[in-house]
C-alpha cells in the first residue's frame, strides 16, 4: 500500500496501529499534541488481557519486550469491607491471563519500535475538513495543516477527528473518580500497605469505593469512586488538596483508617477524574478516508478494556490495511465492522461490572462475580 497514514494520538492504540503498519511497510505519520513523550506522566499499572491487548502486542511483534515488563505477583486481588474485613483473596500464583504492566513503560516499548520521526510531538489538532473523494485536511493549533487520504482518530475521549463520522459525545456517567498516589508505602504508610496487599484491592459501598494498585517502585495508586454529580464536585476545591482530602474522607465515614489512609495520606494533589462515556453501540456510516480507534471510538467508563480495546483495534486496522493494499474502503469496512460489536459489547459488560464494583448489593456482588467466573476486572 503507497497511501500514507496519518494517526491523530500516540495513546497506546494510535501507536500500536503505527507499528503494526510500520512491521508491514506501510508508510505512517503519528501527530501527538503532548510536547513530549514524557511530557505528561503515564502513571497506573494496566492488567493487559491475554483475549486482546497480548493479542495485539503479538500482531505488532513486541510480546518479548512486553514480557519484560511484567510486575511479577501485581495479579494478586482482594476485595474488602468497608472495616477491613477480607472478603475475597485471591493470591497471584502466576498462571492468570492479565499480567500488570505500567502503562508508561508499555507506551515506551511501542515508541521505541518505530523510527523517531514517526511520532511529530507538539503537534495538536485543532480541527479536520473535508475535501471530497476521501481526502481530508488536518489543521494544528500551530496553524500548520497537512491533508491525507487515510485519517485515523485515535485521539481519546474528546477526538477532533471524530465530528467527520458522528455527532455523538461523551456523556458524565454519575461517577468519579479522586485519584491519590503514597509513595515508599511498605515503610511510610505500612497500614494502608498491608490493607492493599500486593496487587489490586476493591473496598466497596453501594454507590462509592477505594480502589488501590501496589504498583512499581512500592507505590500506592488510588482511585476513590463518588457516584456524585458534577455539580456536586465543583463545590469542593481542588487546588486545596487537604481541604479537598477532608471532604472527600466525610464520605467514607467510619470506614476502616487504613483504608481512608489512601485518601487523606496522599503524597500528592488529588486529581478528580470525570468518567464520561460514548452511548453504547456508538457507531457510524462508512465515510471514505477515515475512521476512529479506542476511546475516540468507544468511550467508556473505566471497566480494565480500554487500553486492551485500543490496542487490539490499533492491531485489526493495521491487519486489515495489510491484507487489503489496492482497496482501503474495504479495509475500512471489515475493520468497523467487527470493532463496533466489540466496542458495544465491551461497554455492556462495563456496565455490568460497575453494578458489581458500586451496585445496592457491592462489595458482596463483586465477590459473588469473581466467585462465579473466577474473573477479575
Ligand atoms: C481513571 C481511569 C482508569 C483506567 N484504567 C484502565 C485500566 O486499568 N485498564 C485499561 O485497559 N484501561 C483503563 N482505562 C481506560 C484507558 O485509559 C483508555 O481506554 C485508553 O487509554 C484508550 O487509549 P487510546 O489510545 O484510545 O486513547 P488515549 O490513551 O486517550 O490516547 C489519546 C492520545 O491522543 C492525544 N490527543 C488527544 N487530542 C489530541 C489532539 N487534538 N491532537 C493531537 N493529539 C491529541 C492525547 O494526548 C493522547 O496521547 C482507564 C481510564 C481512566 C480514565
Known sequence: ??????????????LTLARVLYVHGIPVTVYEAESSPMARAQGGMLDIHDYNGQLALETAGLTEEFRGLILEGRQATRVLDRDGTVLFDQPDDGTGGRPEVQRGALRQILLDSLPADTVRWNRKVSGVRALGEGRHEVTFVDGGTVTTSLLVGADGAWSRVRPLLSDATPEYTGRSFVETYLYDADTRHP???????????????P???IQAHHESGDTLHTYVAL??????????????????????VREFDGWAPELTALI?????????????????????DRVPGVTLLGDAAHLSAPNGEGANL????????????AARPDDIEAALTEYEQAMFPRGAEAATDGTQLHEFLFGDNAPHSLVAAFLADDQTP
Not at 496487599?197 to 466497596?204: E, I, T, W, Y
Not at 485500543?310 to 490495511?321: I, N, P, R, T, V
Open 207 to 209: 454507590g462509592k469505593g
Open 191 to 205: 497500614a494502608a500497605a498491608k490493607a492493599v496487599g500486593g496487587g489490586s484491592m476493591f473496598a466497596l459501598a
Open 1 to 14: 500500500m503507497n497511501t500514507h497514514v496519518t494517526i491523530v494520538g500516540a495513546g497506546l492504540g494510535g
Open 310 to 321: 485500543a490496542m487490539y483495534d490499533g492491531a485489526e486496522l493495521g491487519k486489515a490495511l
Open 264 to 284: 487523606t495520606d496522599s503524597d500528592t494533589a488529588l486529581v478528580l477524574r470525570p468518567l464520561t462515556a460514548l452511548p453504547i453501540g456508538h457507531g457510524w
Open 227 to 248: 457516584t456524585e454529580s458534577q455539580d456536586w464536585f465543583a463545590t469542593i476545591d481542588f487546588t486545596d488538596s487537604a481541604a479537598a482530602a477532608a471532604r472527600i
